[in-house]
């Protein structure tokens, strides 16, 4: 190929007649879209039929790495999912690390397209040259950690696997892929695989990645890398105590949801921080050439018996502990080890939760109704019991499985009010009441309400990127966009989110794919490339029915004062016609031909 990093090759594998093929990857789309994020928009764009059923023949799975993959560049081992969502409805595409990605570049491949629907359990195995859609008869109905050791045991302790749990088999509409401890969350990647009866993919490489800058050259170029993230002061507090510390801070500021989003301020937050983990942690983990190792071993007392899992993060914590009103930390921390077991996104799980939570007090679900199930806030001891039946869909799980939009509005009774999702995607951990800039990010991402598409709370709350009135109207949109279109380079490398807040630039992200693959990219590059993303995302989703009534927060957020003492409310309206206009975007959020043809993109 022209460029390095790419290895050139797409494996396809058409489930439903068992045929496996390799598609090349054209050198233009990739000047255009890099990879990851950008080529899975793409490629997904042209290979989903409009109108898809996101459980049909029309539907694609595909599993996509990015050019620094396999490379020095650090946090670089990552590797994205990407989908026609069963919970949103839209484009989604999940991101996950550990080694899986590098495996699959040393064998020779950038990613896997799957189509089709196989007439019993398989998995795809992936090694080397040797490629092989085998039984899974013997895997269906166990959990990705029991899977994982399963296939290890069977091929060998080197060999990555992703799989899905109970959860993806049964078509829960937020169900995940798993790896190791890491996890493709958010909007039923997992799902899909199950409905393809898809259980898992194993893979192994033994070849290398070329950068183009090699030698000493190369490695010198890569350490100043590896250098500018070390020496981060905020490198130790990601690897001590995860994105958990941003727990007591944001709670500080009346920033922190809890109760389904009815406040923004948990009073009782020090018993669910950080500093009552801390002790808990055994040792720190690492993905594959990462200078943070921001994973942690957590070992601790449950019931008189030690309970070993991973650490839990700020966005679990918010979904599981203070939207739901809990406090019991080894119980959250136990409902979050179950949901990577049988396969759920824990922002879902915990929001639908939460919404059966309200309704419950509000007297819309009954007793009856929950199984018996006394779902009022701060009760921990129903959170097992729900995980387990969400993921069997029995139940009361049977509804909480398709997410808080599809479970309201089959309930009715007014309970649509209290769920708390932007296009079907349930609202993450930060309250849109108390940073203005996020309520826009995650009113207007094409994937629904997603924090990581724009994190402006780093130039909000943490003055890493800027130092922004979080409560300010002005400059919001510009900050948003800008945000948004950096975002994709970052989704396209792949890189680690958390090197926004670790001094890596958008002049840095650009000299991380000039390193690896020749190109000469400069800023403006990055935001142009940014922006052809964004805009070609939000055409697939115009495809499918989208359109700028989509563009809103759950009322709550504009109607009911946060917890500050202004008690403020977000009115996103006031954004989005500047956000439009910036975005080549007419009135009513549809981009311009001139637009579209700016940005060369083919529809």
């Not at 923004?264 to 993905?287: I, L």
């Not at 929001?351 to 921990?380: H, P, Q, R, V, Y």
């Not at 993303?533 to 957020?557: A, Y």
Request: hydrophobic residues 35%.
């Amino acid at each position: 190929m022209k460029y390095k990093g790419y290895k050139g090759q797409l494996i396809t594998v058409d489930l439903s007649s068992g045929a496996i093929g390799k598609r090349d990857l054209d050198e233009k789309i990739l000047e255009k879209y890099i990879g990851g994020r950008g080529l899975a928009a793409r490629i997904l764009y042209d290979e989903i039929k409009a109108n898809a059923d996101p459980f049909s023949l029309d539907n694609r799975l595909l599993f996509i790495t990015g050019p620094a993959a396999g490379t020095l560049i650090p946090t670089s081992s990552r590797y994205a999912v990407g989908t026609k969502s069963p919970l949103t409805g839209a484009l989604s595409v999940g991101y996950s690390g550990g080694h899986w990605a590098t495996n699959l570049k040393y064998a020779g491949y950038d990613g896997v397209l799957f189509s089709g629907q196989s007439s019993k359990p398989v998995y795809l195995l992936v090694d080397d040259d040797r490629i092989e859609l085998l039984d899974a008869g013997h895997l269906w109905g166990k959990n990705t950690d029991q899977a994982e050791e399963t296939l290890k045991q069977e091929l060998g302790s080197d060999f990555e696997i992703a799989s899905i749990g109970l959860a993806g088999e049964n078509a829960v509409s937020y169900a995940t892929i798993c790896n190791e401890q890491h996890v493709v969350g958010r909007a039923g990647q997992g799902a899909v695989m199950g409905w393809m009866n898809l259980k898992a993919f194993a893979v192994r490489g033994s070849g290398s990645v070329e950068m183009a800058v090699t030698g000493e050259s190369g490695i010198k170029e890569a350490f100043s890398l590896h250098k500018t993230i070390r020496e981060n002061p905020i490198r130790g507090g990601f690897r001590d105590v995860g994105t958990t510390g941003m727990l007591e801070p944001v709670n500080s500021i009346s920033g922190q949801p809890c109760f389904n989003f009815q406040k923004t301020f948990f009073p009782d937050v020090a018993k669910v921080s950080s500093e009552v983990m801390r002790p808990w942690f055994q040792r720190f983990e690492s993905c594959s050439g990462c200078p943070v190792a921001c994973a942690s071993i957590t070992k601790f007392d449950l019931d008189g018996e030690d309970y070993v899992t991973e650490r839990i993060e700020h966005q679990s914590v918010g979904a599981l502990a203070t939207n739901c009103g809990v406090t019991d930390l080894p119980r959250v921390f136990e409902a979050h080890d179950l949901c990577d077991k049988y396969g759920i996104d824990t922002i879902s799980a915990g929001l639908s939760i939460a919404w059966a939570m309200e309704c419950f007090e509000k007297g819309i679900l009954s007793l009856n109704e929950t199984d018996g199930l006394e779902l009022k806030f701060g009760n921990a001891a129903v959170l097992k019991p729900l995980i387990e039946k969400i993921s069997r869909q029995e139940g009361i799980g049977k509804l909480l499985a398709k997410g808080v939009k599809a479970a309201s509005e089959e309930l009715g009774r007014g309970s649509e009010k209290y769920a708390m999702h932007v296009k079907g995607l349930e609202v993450p951990g930060y309250d849109p009441r108390a940073f203005f800039g996020m309520a826009l990010n995650l009113a207007t991402t094409a994937r629904g309400a997603d924090h990581n598409k724009a994190f402006t709370i780093a130039a909000e709350f943490l003055g890493v990127l800027g130092d922004y009135d979080r409560f300010a109207y002005d400059g919001k949109p510009e900050l948003v966009k800008r945000m948004q279109d950096s975002t994709v380079i970052i989704d396209s490398i792949i890189m680690c989110m958390f090197t926004v807040d670790l001094g890596i630039s958008v002049e840095l992200y650009a000299k991380c794919i000039n390193l690896v693959t020749g190109m000469d990219l400069g800023s403006d590059d990055v935001y142009s490339i940014g922006d052809r993303v964004n805009t070609l995302e939000r055409m697939f989703n115009i495809r499918e029915g989208f359109n700028s009534s989509h563009d809103r927060l759950p009322d709550r957020f504009s109607t009911e004062p946060g917890s500050d003492p202004d008690g403020h409310t977000v009115d996103i309206f006031k954004m989005l016609p500047e956000y439009y206009s910036l975005r080549g975007w007419d009135k009513e959020g549809v981009p311009t031909p001139g637009h579209l043809q700016k940005m060369g993109i083919e529809i």
